[in-house]
């Protein structure tokens, strides 16, 4: 729990600082003058006044977001002196590239991000198939186990994480997509996938599974690794360490028929031969938990495998490029990210996607938590999704976020004078309402995934 915390402080303490820093750089460099920079609403924790403006540095007590409050006479009284220097006297330009700062930062932060995780390199999963379950979308489409992903609707894949990314890319399309594979003999095939089978709810969780396609897990013994506290494996008395060898008089080859058997017996009781330490020890009963998944209900006892670093090692990729490629592929990163994340909210306004795919600080937290203890990589690559998020949002043209303001600004270059005072108060109630409901929807998102598990 201090794990996730802390990661999810510090990720959003980043984003929210880069943000508001965009807008207040180029504010500066307008020639506007900042009254104060805050990270966070509410109380303030600490605050420190600095520089020849004076401007205040404010660390506030909910650290939700942050704002950059500028001299504008419609707040208050400026001087004589310190008019020019007031936003609302500057040009209508001048206004539009010191609000799109701020999300143009968020990318300007994934795109460096991204940069430096691919210079670095990349580790992932090679993108080799697992065996598709008969009659599955990829089974009838001719999908083999052994299969090695080369491109995706004509687009290169060098790992697991590439393949899933553009597949979503086509599934959100549902379009038929052209696939390259490399075969297990080494022949080169080309499968035409049909993806406009894929419904709302399939896009909500992994739809791959649905389709029935899946990465070759590494070939492990069935030896137990950790056994969860509490599970069903630990009351029935399993220990990390222990080799199965057979379930119901069916003989255990290896883990994957080992989990095999236990997904598809969910509530059933199963006999269990173990080998301790070289010695039998008497037959274990288990009878596996039920859980849902991919809207299937599948069996569950608490057990991981033993792992063998070689083995791991073997289905591993590292993908890295020079730093001049390196910058185009975290440009192009950023853009498919970006352009994906307006396909899915597009698609929500008209019922394609549901809206349960949104998510609020609880699930964000989360995916914090989840990514760090991961790795710093995947720490990194979290934190470049989530900024690249924020600069699409906030380019929504909805009034109280940085598009509705760029909106207004659209308006006034067209009709060649300001909006009004009134339609802008309108426009902000309007806004606030529309922030609120997507903010609840979010909220009990998060709430049903973390009572649902």
Known sequence: ???????????????????????????????????????????????????????????????????????DEREGDVAAEDLPRAFNRQSVWKRIAIVAAGPVANFLLAILLYWGLFVHGIPGMKPVLAEPPPGSVAADAGFRAGDTLRSVGGEPVLQWQDARWRLLQHGVDRTQVRIDVVDAGGREQVRELDLSGVTAAQLEENFLTHIGLAVAQPRFEAVIGRVVPGSVADRAGLLAGDRILSIDGRRIDDWESLVRLIRTSPGRSLEVEVDREGRAVPTLRLVPESAEEAGQVIGRVGIGPKVDPAEVERMMVDVRHGPLESLGAAIAKTWDTSVLSLQMLGRMLIGQVSLKNLSGPITIADYAGQSVQVGWIAYLTFIALISISLGVLNLLPIPMLDGGHLMYYAVEVVARRPVSERAMAIGQQVGMGVLFVLMAFAIFNDIHRLIGG
Do not use: N, Q
Request: charged fraction near 15%; proline fraction near 3%.
């Open 1 to 71: 729990m201090l794990t996730t915390i802390a990661a999810f402080i510090v990720a959003l303490g980043v984003l929210i600082v880069v943000h508001e820093f965009g807008h207040y750089a180029v504010a500066r460099w307008c020639g506007v003058k900042v009254l104060r920079f805050s990270v966070g609403f509410g109380r303030p924790l600490v605050c420190r006044v600095l520089g020849r403006d004076r401007t205040e540095w404010v660390v506030g007590a909910i650290p939700l977001g942050g704002y950059v409050k500028m001299l």
